[in-house]
């Protein structure tokens, strides 16, 4: 099932099946999805009614190794039984040209038929019809018994057509009937060569995930199915072997290879309790991992079936195709027939060659190439995205995103890493910076705060040694405080220390041999005395950290600096999106004004929005779609949800094995890495002009070879192979270039 006016005739014979509730034709990928009530119909009821519209059901949902046996008997399309029976009936045309126009003079009677002679080149014109042509009444006779004007109702007509004009009215067609039943076939073979290009991406995909396990039982290892693989089982993956199932590993460590999945070029290590996915690659070590997810439901089984499902749902210029193809093929019939009686008394033309008109027209008549020009695009796209790590839940997204005017964002875990660090610190008087960190580390470690724990995490990596700890108290909305080695020790906002009688416009900073350190040089007004009050802890807030000052009852021991630190590929994804055409970029964020005003600086936003709500953010975005033409809107996918509904397209961030993410963005990028959103935005723009190219240079190509035919500058043969399957490798080929739009690299 190649084109979608050709999977009419199958959408009409489940048409007449009682039971069937829904059908989806995929002619992109060769499938079609039967929802139907199992009280009234079963499986073989839809299976028959599919092939009594001509065609073979070779996988069904029950049937597991039904697509590795497919895979397996896969044959090529250059020597099926079809090709054959197509290079034979060319075969017999080139001898019949060569009666017809080169041995004339052996070109002698040697048969009969209905008062009309028979010729030795119109004899092996009619074995050549015989050869390739039974292929193509077959389907034409599934067509008119299902009611379907497709290409192969038509080409039969035309082909019959030619063969009645012959013997019974003496018309001597046999040229244009061999050649139209030749040329078909290898333009039939053509558009499933092209099909078979835009398929193999898919199957690219579904090929990633191994058949088979080697699984622990009683003591001992055994391989089986994957299928066979339950949740619970743990599976054991040898170094270059592929990891077969989603799970965690429970023995063993090694660096695995994630760019399957979430695109990541670097291996990940991986250790015990560390997450794993279906698909990757076990690149060095040896590997123990429990299953956690069952063989149909990993998040690569997830990923295929959605990319499946994806151009069910269709774009705003496939169902415009759509809706002109019904038109499209009536009234070029109608043009067929009207040429064919009209020629001879307004153009003067003979019956035979108003006859030849007719039969040419019948051949444009069918919209293949300009029906197929836009799914192909879609597949192409999507299934290239996919191999990118970024999943497009449906040709309708892909299209909105490739308009989208505004890309808005969160901030947390978005723009920035979502994960509080140390950025700064700045000791005083005569501490070292692991003296500030050795007490802060005591002061925070019986601290749960984020903070705190940034702060514990810096001091760990730094290697400083631990202090005693007693007396631990919180003090809430202002620090805490603890006894470290039997002195009271107090960590927190600059207002604490206040409290505690210190003057912060006046502080010592550290000096290393009687030098300034270079922090305290840009902050100090007088050699190294800090104004920490009017100078220190606002340029640093302004910088969108979080300052927390460190001491006892008697000295300040330090400052320390907390932020969410940006991604480094924040500030490059902003600036790309606008040279590829973004017109606007806004950030949105909870955070309050002064952090957001110091990220929405560094990263080079053109708006942003502070202390919103999620309703507020909502509203934000309302407000950008009413004052635009498409939205785009990147979150976590998870706490952006209602943002990310509201917008045109929502982008979810990191979505891999992440079941909610997966399942509300439009768009998905599977791996952590933000730079990704300028590739899914120079895929979706161009994968917008190639469906635009297509649409357009077949309906022209069609159009005006209609319009050519009755003034005789279209031979049969130009429309087949021209209107029919130039036409169609063309627009695949055409979208199968989308396939070589790649993310950027860090070194381009």
Known sequence: MDCPSCAGKIENALDRVGGVTTYDTQPTTGTVVVTYDSSRVG???????????????????????????????????????????????????ALGLLFEFFLTGQNIQIA?????????????????????????????????????????????VAIIGALIASIVFGE?????????????????????????????????????????????????????????????????????????????????????????????????????????????????????????SEAGDNTLSRIVEMVEDAQSNKTEREQFVERFSTYYTPVVVAFAIMTTVGSPYILGTTWSTAVVYGLTLLVLACPCAFVISTPVSVVSGITSAAKNAVLIKGGNHLEAMGAVDVVAFDKTGT?????????????????????????????????????????????????????????????????????????????????????????????????????????????????????????????????????????????????????????????RTVSRLKQLGVSRTVMLTGDNERTARAIADQIGVDEYQAELLPEEKVAAIEKLVDEFDGVAMVGDGINDAPALATATVGVAMGAAGTDTALETADIALMSDDLAKLPYLYELANDAN????????????????????????????????????????????????????ITPETESS
């Open 415 to 571: 723009l920035t890493k979502g994960e509080l660090t140390v950025t700064d610190v700045v000791a005083l008087n005569e501490n070292s910076k692991e003296d500030v960190l050795r007490c802060a580390r005591g002061l925070e470690q019986r601290s749960e705060h984020p903070i705190g724990e940034a702060i514990v995490a810096e001091a760990g990596s730094v290697g400083v040694a631990e202090r005693e700890i007693d007396d631990f108290e919180s003090i809430t909305g202002k620090g805490v405080r603890a006894d470290l080695d039997g002195t009271p020790h107090f960590a927190g906002k600059p207002g604490l220390f206040e409290e505690l009688g210190f003057d912060l416009s006046h502080v010592h900073a550290t000096t290393d041999g009687g030098v300034v350190t270079q922090t305290a040089r840009q902050m100090c007004d007088r050699n190294n005395c800090l104004d920490l009050l009017e100078g220190t802890v606002p340029e640093l807030q302004a910088e969108g950290k979080t300052v927390v000052l460190v001491g006892t009852e008697d000295e300040l021991e330090g400052v320390i600096a907390v932020a969410d630190e940006i991604r480094p590929e924040a500030k």
């Open 689 to 740: 002009g190639v469906i635009r190219q297509n649409i357009w240079s077949s309906l022209a190509v069609k159009a005006g070879l209609a319009v050519a035919v009755p003034f005789g500058y279209v031979p049969i043969w130009l429309a087949v192979l021209a209107g029919d399957a130039g036409m169609t490798m063309a627009v695949t080929g055409n979208a199968m270039r989308l396939s070589r």
């Open 43 to 93: 499986e073989a009821d839809v299976i028959d009614a599919i092939e009594s519209a001509g065609y073979e059901v070779t996988d069904t949902s029950s049937d597991e190794s039904g697509r590795q046996e497919q895979t397996e008997n896969r044959q090529s399309i250059w020597t099926s039984s079809r090709a054959l029976k197509t290079w034979v009936s060319g075969g017999f045309v």
């Open 112 to 156: 009969g038929l209905i008062g009309t002679d028979l010729l030795v080149a119109d004899v092996l014109f009619l074995i050549a019809v015989a050869t390739s042509g039974q292929e193509i009444l077959r389907n034409g006779y599934y067509s008119a018994r299902n009611l379907n004007l497709d290409i192969d109702f038509l080409m039969s």
């Open 172 to 292: 001597a067609l046999y040229f244009e009937a061999a050649t139209l039943a030749f040329l078909f076939s290898v333009a039939e073979l053509l558009e499933r060569y092209s099909m078979d290009r835009a398929r193999n991406s898919l199957r690219e995909l579904m090929d990633l995930s191994p058949d088979e396990a080697t699984v622990k039982r009683d003591g001992s290892t055994e391989t089986v199915p994957v299928d066979e693989v339950a949740v619970g089982d743990v599976v054991v993956v040898k170094p270059g072997e592929k990891i077969p199932m989603d799970g965690a590993v429970v023995n063993g460590e090694s660096a695995v290879n994630q760019a399957p999945i979430t695109g990541e070029s670097v291996p990940v290590d991986k250790t015990t309790g560390d997450e794993v996915y279906a698909g990757t690659i076990n690149e060095e070590g040896y590997l123990e991992v429990e299953v956690t």
